[in-house]
T-cell receptor, first 115, second 109 residues
Framework: EPEVTQTPSHQVTQMGQEVILRCVPISNHLYFYWYRQILGQKVEFLVS????????KSEIFDDQFSVERPDGSNFTLKIRSTKLEDSAMYFC?????????????FGPGTRLLVL | KNEVEQSPQNLTAQEGEFITINCSYSVGISALHWLQQHPGGGIVSLFM?????KKHGRLIATINIQEKHSSLHITASHPRDSAVYICAVEEDSNYQLIWGAGTKLIIKP
């Protein structure tokens, strides 16, 4: 069964460093999402992406964050200058369509620790 | 902005018991999702509902749009059902999923 994959599974970085989290969505899916979950807290929506542009973004998704689909298979989340509070689990998801809404399929997550 | 509330926060039951987890939300939605988060963190979509009822194996999800309420039921619960069950809603006005805090379910053998 097709699945969403994410790399790396864990990343440790120093505050102020740039990180790139990678996701490979399911191949025939057109809508892509990033979510984060700070330890012990709710999952939060970051951004949705369709047709090579951002569809929606939350207040969390500020200028420090960017997303890209560089090559037709990967979907990346870049954090330019990491802060301690960026430590969280980051989940990528994809869906075949966005309207009407369909089930989102989630990757296993990347656990980011900023020191 | 929608507030998504789940109850109970924690639920411990014996194997075989019928389980009900509740979710309420505050403003109009286009769809409601039930998801399962395993201890390792992975998230699996269980259901997406916009009306009525859906069933998949031992899991049943219902939604009452007028009352802004949904329930997830597990029949004949099993220890492998132990996980965090999360309700998330999509508002009419945007495509962002707003997540509840989750219900941590433990099924004892």
């Amino acid at each position: 069964e097709p699945e969403v994959t994410q790399t790396p599974s864990h990343q440790v970085t120093q505050m102020g460093q740039e990180v790139i989290l990678r996701c490979v969505p399911i191949s025939n899916h057109l809508y892509f999402y990033w979510y984060r979950q700070i330890l012990g807290q709710k999952v939060e929506f970051l951004v949705s992406f369709y047709n090579n542009e951002i569809s929606e973004k939350s207040e969390i998704f500020d200028d420090q964050f960017s997303v890209e689909r560089p090559d037709g298979s990967n979907f990346t989340l870049k954090i330019r200058s990491t802060k301690l509070e960026d430590s969280a689990m980051y989940f990528c998801a994809s869906s075949r369509t966005g309207v009407p809404r369909e089930t989102q399929y989630f990757g296993p997550g990347t656990r980011l620790l900023v020191l | 902005k929608n507030e998504v509330e789940q109850s109970p926060q924690n639920l411990t039951a014996q194997e075989g018991e019928f389980i009900t987890i509740n979710c309420s939300y505050s403003v109009g939605i286009s769809a409601l999702h039930w998801l399962q988060q395993h201890p390792g963190g992975g998230i699996v979509s269980l259901f997406m509902l916009s009306s009525g009822k859906k069933k998949h194996g031992r899991l049943i999800a219902t939604i009452n749009i007028q009352e802004k309420h949904s329930s997830l039921h597990i029949t004949a619960s099993h220890p492998r059902d132990s996980a965090v069950y999360i309700c998330a809603v999509e508002e009419d006005s945007n495509y962002q999923l707003i997540w509840g805090a989750g219900t941590k379910l433990i099924i004892k053998p």
